[in-house]
């Protein structure tokens, strides 16, 4: 693998070579062709992914959540947004911003691990996928596939009280058969995620409800920044784009200049 200069991941399809069955012992020969392969969390030919977030404890970090989109939307990898704890009251403004990706046209799930609510309706979009799921540290990934599939017993930890963050329980990706066609990856929660790898003038068409209408800006090129006849910033200001995702695209194209510069 060294002299391939290929590092193999948790999802790859693998030629393995057994030394000894009884120990369990086997040497990687190849890894097969990945039919994609992602950043952060770093696991190979996925089917869709789970971005797990929570209403409260902790508060959802939408420009995280903005970023895992734009990396999966890069990747042509379906993506399911996924609320946890909906036992647990969100503040108002974020429950509209809930609303806003539903409305780009992502598949929005909210459900509580805690009490069972809305599980059902996850675990149908989960069967004959290979699914992993993404999420800052805390928001219950661990605990959700152990209610989702009791039998795992995964292990899970409580929010810091003095920060209400989340302490790192999974310390490395782990692929989990839930039946013959299913397959679940629990990755360890990340709170930043770069997005350096794309150029500037390409994030506009991995915001879906941006791609959408941008045919109707005045010049082709236009990246809704500062351009006049820009119909992105009048969606804007009428509401049919909320203002927190097109600010996150602003900061997203600010960030890849920035790093283009150094």
Not at 52 to 75: K, T
Not at 103 to 116: D, I, K, M, N, P
Not at 186 to 209: A, I, M, N, W
Not at 232 to 257: C, F, L, M, S
Request: with cysteine; glycine share 6%.
């Amino acid at each position: 693998m060294k002299k391939k200069e290929l590092t193999p991941l948790v999802g790859d399809e693998v030629e393995v070579t057994i030394v000894q069955v009884e120990a369990g012992e086997g040497m990687l020969e190849e890894v097969h062709q990945r039919h994609n392969e992602l950043i952060r969390p770093p696991v190979a030919n996925v089917d869709q992914l789970l971005v797990v977030f929570a209403h409260q404890r902790p508060v959802p970090n939408f420009v995280l959540l903005d970023r895992i989109l734009l990396m999966a939307e890069s990747q042509h990898l379906p993506a399911i947004i996924c609320f946890n704890k909906v036992d647990l009251k969100s503040l108002e403004e974020d429950e509209k911003l809930m609303e806003a990706y539903r409305h780009a046209g992502y598949q929005v799930v909210h459900v509580s691990a805690a009490t069972g609510e809305g599980l059902p309706s996850l675990k149908l979009l989960l069967q004959g996928k290979t699914t992993a799921l993404a999420g800052n540290s805390g928001v219950g990934k661990s605990t959700l596939i152990n209610s989702l599939f009791p039998g795992f017993s995964l292990e899970t930890g409580k929010l810091s009280t003095r920060v209400h963050r989340g302490k790192h329980t999974t310390r490395h990706s782990e692929l989990f058969q839930i039946n013959e066609a299913t397959w679940l990856m629990d990755t360890p929660g990340f709170s930043t995620l770069k997005v350096d790898y794309l150029e500037d003038d390409e994030v506009r068409h991995y915001f879906r409800e941006i791609e959408m209408r941008q045919e109707k800006c005045r010049f082709t090129s236009c990246l809704h920044l500062e351009e006049p006849g820009c119909y992105i910033k009048e969606a804007v200001t009428a509401g049919d784009i909320h203002p927190n995702r097109y600010q996150n695209y602003r900061q997203i194209v600010d960030e890849i200049r920035q790093n283009r510069r150094y």
